[in-house]
C-alpha cells in the first residue's frame, strides 16, 4: 500500500496525537468542526498516512445534507472499505437513502461510489437501487448507473446476469440522452471483453443504426467508443460498410485526436469490404487529419505516429506528398524524432530523395547520439530501398565520414556495406573506408569492414596487411568480428591464393586451436576441409554470386500487422506488439510470444535469402526486442522465446523433407530433440553465446548457412539459391556427414 | 481505460492519486521513476508510454508535476493520454498553474473533479465550463443539481444565458510555421488558423458561419467574388454539427457561452517567409565571432508587424557582447546562450540590419557544443491574414428570443514556429 511506503519515507513517530483530534474533531457537536475534521482525515489520506483507525468515526458524519461532506466520506469509503468490511454494512443504510435523494447528483454519487466499493456486502444491497437508477428520470444518474453495470459485473457476474442487467443494458442503447447510449457501450463492451460468452455487445443491424444515430450527438468520448464498436463490428455486408464509412467520415474533422484515430480506424477496417474506388476516396480523405494529427502534444503525437507507421505499412502511398510534415523540429522530444525519422524513410520516394536527403544530412549532425546513429541508418535503408538515389546516399555518406566523428562513421561503415550487399560499381571508395580503421570499435562496424575487405579482396592490394592487422588481434575480437574474419581470410586466400597461404594457415590454426567457442571452431574446421577438398570447390561455394538484398527497413510480418490494424490507438500499436505479449504478465505469454517470435523469425529468413556476412542492425530488433526506445518486451519472454526460436528454426532446416513452405511453427518444436542430438556440439555452446549468434541475424546464424552451404555443395554443384528448404536439408544432412 | 491516475513530483513520489478499478496494486506507482531512469540510460528517447510486470504506463509532464495513468489491460492510449492533457486544461482553469503546490491546496476539489471527470476509468465530462457549474470551491450554499448540459446532446451550453446587449466577437488567427535551411530554401511552411469567438449571446443562438472556402464554392456551384481559399484540414469544436459540414460545407453550430475555439485549419501553401532573415557568421581565429543579419518584411507596405523578435543563438560561453543595427534594440542573453533583436514595429517592405560581436574564451571545451540550434522569428501582423480567409458572414437566430445581434471580426497573423538553420561559422 502506499501508505506504507509513505510512512516509511518518514520515518517519524505515529503522531498519536493527530489521529485523536481528528476524533475528536469528528465527534464534536458542531458541524462547521466535524467537516473540518473529515477535511483534515481526507487531507492525511493523501499524504499517504494510514487514517483507516477512523472508520467508524467517519462513517457516522455520512449521512450529512452537505454535499462536499458527502463526497469527502464516499471517497474516504472508497479508499479503506477493503480493509474494513466489515464495517461497510454500516454505511449501507446511508447509500440506499441517498439512491433515492430527490437531487439526481446524490442518487449518482451514492451509485456511482457502491459501485466502487468491491466488498461482497456491499454489493448484495447494490441490486435493488442499481435496477431504480437504471430507469431513473434523470439521464445524469442513467449514464452513471450504466457504468456502475460494468462495475458490479467484475464483482459479480452470476447476479449480474441473474438481474438482468445486461439486457437492460442492451434496451439502453436505444435511450434517448446520447451520453446514456454512450456509457451504456463504453459498460458492454467492457463486459464483452471481459466475458465474451455473454454476447453483451453484438451489434445488429438495428443496434447499428442506433450507434451511428448517437455518433453525431454524443461527447467526444462517447464517439471513441462508438467508434471503436463500429470498428470491432464485422460485416462482409457492402452495404453496410459503405453506411457505416460514410456516416464515421465527417468525424475525421473532430478537434478531439482520438476521436480522429478512432475513425480513421473503423473506416479503414470497413474499406476492405467495399469497392477499390471507393475506398481510394477514402484513403485520400484520410491523409489530412493524419497529416494534423502530427501538430498534437507530444506524447499524443507520438502515438499517432506508431499508428501512421502501421498504416503505412499497410497503405504505403497514403502519404506520399507529405513528406515535409514529417520533418523533425529542433525541439520535438527524441522518441518523436525517431518515429518521425522511421516514417520519413517510408515515404521517401524518387520524387522527394533530395529533400529527404538533405534532411537526414542534417540529422546526422545533431547532438544526440542516439538520433544521430539512427539517421546515417536511414541514409543506407533509403540507398538501398531507391536505386537511383544510392549514388547520392553514398556521397552523403562519404561527406559523413570526413566528418571524423566517431560513432557517425562507426554507423556509415555499417550501412554502406549494406549498399555494397545490394548494388555494384561502388569498389572506388573502399581506400576511404579503409583510412577509417582505426575510428572502428564497435563489433558491428569492424564485422562490415572485414567484410566488405574479404569481398573485395581482389581489388584492395594491400588487404592481406589490412586483415593481417586484424588477425594479430583475433582473440581479442568479439565472435561476430571473428566470424568475419575467418570467412574474409578464406575469400582472400581463395582470391590471391598465391600470395596469401601462411595468412590462412595461421588464421585456421589460431581458430581451431585457440579458439573455446565451438562456433568459431566449427567453422574453422568446415573452412580447412573445404580448402583441402580443392580450391575449386572451394571457390565455387565461398565466392558463388549471392542473391542481392531487397530492404534494410524493418517491417512487420503481414499477419501480425494485420493484427495490429485491428488494434489502432490501443497500446498494443504504439508497442507494436500483440496484446497478448504485454496484457495478463506470464501466464498468457510464453506460448503466443514463442508462436510471434518464430513467425518473425521465418519472415527474416524470407525476406533476407542469405543475409552475407555481418550484423543486419535493422533486423536485430525482430529476434531480440529487448530495445526499450523500441518498444519495451515483457521482461520474462525474450530469453526464452528467442532460444527457442533458434531451437525451431534448426529443426525446421532439419526436418523439410520436400520444398515445401515453412511449415507450421507446431512441426518445429517436436524436432528440437532431433536437433539436440544430431546438432549435439553447436548446442553446447555456452548459453550467453547463443543469444549473441542470433542476435547478429546475419552474422551467427545465418553465416553459420553460409558455412551449411558447404556440405551440400560436396555433392550437389553450386545452388544459385541457398535458401530453399531442399537444399537445407541436404547440407545440413551432409554436414552430419563431416561430423 | 485507466486503472489509477496519479499525480507526482518529478522524484515519482505521490502527491495525490484516485483509484478508479482497484485492479492494479497502487504500490504499481513506486517502479515508475525507476523504470524511467533505467529506459533514460537506455536511450535518449524515452515513450510516453512504456509497459512492465503487466502494468502499462502512460504519463506526460507539466510543470514540475507527472501526470500517470496505469492500466493493465489493452486501453486506448490516444484517449489516455489526451484525457491527461485535458485534467490539465481543466485543472488550470480552475486554479490559474497546476503545480505541486496548487495540488496540495485543493486536493478536495481535485478528488470532486477526478470523481467528476472519469468514472472506472472512462473518461465522462471534460467541458470545463460546464463542470464549473456544479462542481466550485466554495461550499455549497444551495444544492447543486448536474447540469442539465451535462448529458445533453448540447453539452457545452447551459439553458437560461442572458445578455442585455448581444454580441460575438470573431479572431481569426494564422499562425505561421516555417522552416529554412541554412542556405534559405524553405524546407516546410504551413499556416495554421483557428477561429476564435468570443460569444455573448442570450438563450441558445444558432449560427452559421460562412468562409470563402473553395471548396464549398466549388460544390454549390457559385463563382466568388475575389479570392477563395483551400483549406487542407479542418478541425471544429464539438458543437459544430460534422454531418452538415461534410454535405454541404455548411458551418452551423450551438456556441458555448464566452471564450472558445470555434475551428482550426491548415494550409500547406507555400508561403514566403513574412520577415525574411538572412544570416552570415563568421567566425575570427575562435577568438572572436560576428553575426551579420538583415531582416526584411516581405509583405505589403500597408501593413506593419509589431513585436518582431529575432533570437539568434550563440555559443554558450560568449561574451562582451557588442552590437550594432539601426532600428530596435539587442540583447544578450547568457541563459539562453543567444542574443535577443527586438523591433517593437518593422513596416512592410522595409529592411534593417545588425552586427553582433561576441569574444570567444581561449580555452576551448573539450568536447564542442554542436547542438544546432536555429535562429527563432517572433511576430505579429494585425488586420491581415496570410492565406486570405474571410468571414462572408455569421448568422445569429435565437428562434424564440429574436434579438439583434452584432457579430465582430478581427484577423491577424502570427509567428508561429518559425526556424532557421544557422549556416557553419565560415
Known amino acids: ?739 | 481505460m485507466a486503472s489509477a491516475l496519479f499525480f507526482l513530483d518529478l522524484k515519482g513520489k505521490t502527491l495525490l492519486a484516485r483509484n478508479y478499478r482497484g485492479d492494479i496494486p497502487m504500490s504499481a506507482v513506486e517502479k515508475f521513476p525507476v523504470l524511467l531512469l533505467d529506459a533514460e540510460e537506455e536511450s535518449s528517447a524515452v515513450p510516453p508510454c512504456f509497459t512492465h510486470e503487466g502494468v502499462n504506463y502512460l504519463y506526460i509532464r507539466h510543470n514540475n508535476l507527472y501526470l500517470l495513468a496505469l492500466t493493465k489491460t489493452n486501453s486506448n492510449a490516444t484517449e489516455i493520454l489526451l484525457f491527461l492533457h485535458r485534467l490539465v486544461e481543466v485543472l488550470t482553469e480552475y486554479f490559474k498553474e497546476l503545480e505541486e503546490e496548487s495540488i496540495r491546496d485543493n486536493f478536495v476539489v481535485i478528488y470532486e473533479l477526478l470523481d467528476e471527470m472519469m468514472d472506472f476509468g472512462y473518461p465522462q465530462t471534460t467541458e470545463v465550463k460546464i463542470l464549473q457549474e456544479y462542481i466550485t470551491q466554495e461550499s455549497h450554499k444551495i444544492q447543486a443539481r448536474p447540469p442539465i448540459a451535462v448529458t445533453n446532446a448540447v453539452s457545452w451550453r447551459s439553458e437560461g444565458i442572458r445578455y442585455r446587449k448581444n454580441e460575438v466577437f470573431l479572431d481569426v488567427i494564422e499562425s505561421l510555421n516555417l522552416l529554412v535551411n541554412s542556405n534559405g530554401t524553405v524546407l516546410r511552411s504551413e499556416i495554421l488558423g483557428a477561429v476564435k469567438m468570443k460569444c455573448y449571446l442570450s438563450g441558445m443562438p444558432e449560427l452559421r458561419l460562412g468562409l470563402n472556402d473553395k471548396v464549398m464554392f466549388e460544390s454549390t456551384g457559385r463563382t466568388s467574388r475575389g479570392k477563395s481559399i483551400e483549406m487542407e484540414d479542418v478541425k471544429f469544436h464539438q458543437c459544430v454539427r460534422l454531418s452538415r459540414f461534410e454535405n454541404d460545407r455548411t458551418i452551423s453550430f450551438i456556441p458555448p457561452d464566452g471564450e472558445f475555439e470555434l475551428m482550426s485549419y491548415r494550409l500547406n501553401t507555400q508561403v514566403k517567409p513574412l520577415i525574411w532573415v538572412e544570416a552570415d557568421v563568421q567566425s575570427h581565429s575562435g577568438s572572436r565571432i560576428e553575426f551579420m543579419l538583415k531582416a526584411k518584411a516581405q509583405f505589403k507596405r500597408r501593413s506593419t508587424a509589431n513585436n518582431v523578435e529575432i533570437i539568434v543563438p550563440v555559443p554558450d560561453d560568449a561574451s562582451s557582447p557588442r552590437f550594432r543595427t539601426n532600428i530596435g534594440s539587442v540583447q544578450y542573453v547568457p541563459e539562453k546562450a543567444a542574443i535577443v533583436w527586438k523591433i517593437k514595429q518593422f513596416a512592410g517592405g522595409k529592411e534593417f540590419l545588425m552586427r553582433a560581436d561576441l569574444a570567444l574564451p581561449s580555452v576551448k571545451e573539450a568536447e564542442p557544443d554542436r547542438k544546432k540550434r536555429p535562429i527563432q522569428v517572433k511576430f505579429e501582423i494585425p488586420y491581415f491574414t496570410t492565406s486570405g480567409i474571410q468571414v462572408r458572414y455569421l448568422k445569429i437566430i435565437e428562434p424564440k428570443l429574436q434579438y439583434p445581434s452584432l457579430p465582430w471580426v478581427r484577423y491577424i497573423t502570427q509567428s508561429g514556429d518559425i526556424t532557421i538553420r544557422l549556416p557553419e561559422a565560415s
Not at chain 1, 493523501?46 to 483507525?53: A, F, H, R
Open chain 1, 1 to 739: 500500500m502506499a501508505a506504507n511506503r509513505i510512512r516509511s519515507m518518514f520515518p517519524a513517530a505515529p503522531r498519536k496525537g493527530e489521529t485523536f483530534e481528528l476524533r475528536n474533531g469528528l465527534n464534536s457537536q458542531f458541524a462547521h468542526e466535524r467537516k473540518d475534521a473529515i477535511r483534515n482525515t481526507i487531507a492525511a489520506m493523501t499524504l499517504g498516512k494510514d487514517v483507516s483507525v477512523l472508520f467508524p468515526d467517519i462513517i457516522k458524519n455520512m449521512a450529512t445534507g452537505d454535499l462536499d461532506q458527502k463526497k469527502l466520506v464516499y471517497l474516504y469509503l472508497m479508499n479503506y472499505a477493503k480493509t474494513h468490511p466489515e464495517l461497510c454494512i454500516l454505511a449501507v443504510n446511508t447509500f440506499l437513502q441517498d439512491a433515492e435523494d430527490p437531487n439526481p447528483l446524490i442518487r449518482a454519487l451514492a451509485i456511482r461510489t457502491m459501485g466502487c466499493i468491491r466488498v461482497d456486502k456491499i454489493v448484495d444491497y447494490l441490486e435493488e437501487p442499481l435496477r431504480k437508477t437504471l430507469k431513473d428520470e434523470s439521464p445524469y444518474v442513467r449514464k452513471t448507473a450504466a457504468i456502475c453495470v460494468a462495475k458490479f459485473f467484475a464483482v459479480n457476474t452470476a447476479k449480474c446476469l441473474e438481474n438482468g442487467f445486461l439486457e437492460s443494458l442492451q434496451e439502453m442503447i436505444g435511450d434517448s440522452n446520447p451520453m446514456v447510449v454512450a456509457n451504456s457501450v463504453t459498460a458492454l463492451a467492457e463486459i464483452q471483453n471481459m466475458a465474451p460468452e455473454t454476447k453483451a455487445l453484438v451489434v445488429t443491424s438495428a443496434t447499428l443504426k442506433k450507434l451511428l444515430m448517437a455518433l453525431n450527438e454524443c461527447t467526444e468520448w462517447g464517439r471513441i467508443t462508438i467508434l471503436s464498436t463500429l470498428a470491432d463490428y464485422r460485416t462482409t455486408d457492402v452495404k453496410e460498410s459503405e453506411h457505416i464509412c460514410e456516416r464515421v467520415v465527417p468525424q475525421f474533422q473532430h478537434v478531439n485526436p482520438a476521436v480522429v484515430i478512432a475513425a480513421v480506424k473503423a473506416v479503414f477496417l470497413h474499406m476492405r469490404n467495399i469497392g477499390p474506388e471507393l475506398s481510394k476516396t477514402y484513403l485520400k480523405k484520410m491523409a489530412p487529419p493524419l497529416v494534423t494529427l502530427v501538430s498534437s502534444a507530444p506524447e499524443v503525437q507520438y502515438v499517432a505516429l506508431r499508428n501512421i507507421n502501421l498504416l503505412l505499412q499497410k497503405q504505403p502511398d497514403i502519404l506520399n506528398k507529405e513528406l515535409r510534415v514529417f520533418f523533425c523540429k529542433y525541439d520535438d522530444p527524441p522518441y518523436v524524432k525517431i518515429e518521425k525519422l522511421d516514417i520519413m524513410i517510408r515515404i521517401g520516394n524518387e520524387r522527394n530523395i533530395d529533400q529527404l536527403l538533405m534532411e537526414l544530412k542534417e540529422y546526422a549532425l545533431d547532438v544526440d547520439m542516439d538520433f544521430v546513429r539512427r539517421a546515417v541508418r536511414a541514409i543506407g535503408q533509403v540507398a538501398v530501398k531507391i536505386e537511383s538515389a544510392s549514388e547520392r546516399c553514398i556521397n552523403v555518406l562519404l561527406d559523413l565520414l570526413n566528418t571524423k566523428v566517431n560513432y557517425v562513421v562507426q554507423e556509415a561503415v555499417v550501412v554502406i556495406k549494406d549498399i555494397f550487399r545490394k548494388y555494384q560499381g561502388y569498389e572506388g571508395i573502399i581506400p576511404t573506408l579503409c583510412g577509417c580503421i582505426d575510428e572502428l570499435d564497435e563489433p558491428n562496424a569492424r564485422g562490415s569492414l572485414i567484410w566488405i575487405v574479404g569481398e573485395y579482396a581482389e581489388k584492395i592490394t594491400n588487404a592481406d596487411e589490412i586483415l593481417g592487422t586484424f588477425i594479430e588481434g583475433f582473440k581479442e575480437e568479439a565472435t561476430q568480428v571473428q566470424l568475419q574474419l575467418l570467412t574474409a581470410t578464406v575469400k582472400l586466400f581463395l582470391k590471391k591464393p598465391d600470395t596469401n597461404q601462411t595468412v590462412i594457415q595461421n588464421m585456421l590454426k589460431t581458430a581451431t586451436s585457440e579458439s573455446d567457442n565451438p562456433d568459431i571452431r566449427d567453422r574453422a574446421y568446415i573452412y580447412w576441409r573445404l580448402l583441402s577438398a580443392g580450391p575449386d570447390i572451394a571457390r565455387r561455394i565461398v565466392l558463388s554470386d549471392k542473391p542481392a538484398i531487397t530492404t534494410t527497413i524493418h517491417s512487420l510480418p503481414p499477419n501480425l500487422l494485420d493484427e495490429l490494424i485491428t488494434e489502432i490507438s490501443t497500446l498494443a500499436s504504439v508497442y507494436h506488439k500483440p496484446p497478448e505479449t504485454f496484457v495478463g504478465g506470464g501466464r498468457f505469454g510464453a506460448d503466443t510470444v514463442q508462436r510471434r517470435a518464430i513467425e518473425e523469425f521465418q519472415q527474416i529468413a524470407k525476406e533476407n535469402p542469405v543475409a552475407v556476412g555481418t550484423g543486419k542492425p535493422a533486423n536485430d530488433e525482430n529476434l531480440l526486442d529487448i530495445d526499450f526506445s523500441d518498444s519495451p518486451a515483457p521482461s520474462s519472454s525474450p530469453a526464452p522465446a528467442a532460444s527457442s526460436a533458434s531451437a525451431d528454426l534448426f529443426g525446421v532446416l532439419e526436418s523439410n523433407p520436400s520444398p515445401s513452405p515453412p511449415p507450421p511453427a507446431n512441426t518445429g518444436s517436436s524436432n528440437m530433440d532431433d536437433l539436440f542430438s544430431i546438432l549435439g556440439s553447436t548446442t553446447t555452446s555456452p548459453p550467453p553465446q547463443q543469444p549473441s549468434a542470433l542476435n547478429t541475424s546475419g552474422g551467427g546464424l545465418v553465416s553459420g548457412l553460409e558455412g551449411l552451404q558447404l556440405g551440400g555443395l560436396s555433392s550437389t554443384p553450386a545452388p544459385q539459391t541457398p535458401v530453399q528448404p531442399k537444399d537445407r536439408k541436404q547440407q545440413n544432412e551432409d554436414i552430419l556427414g563431416l561430423f
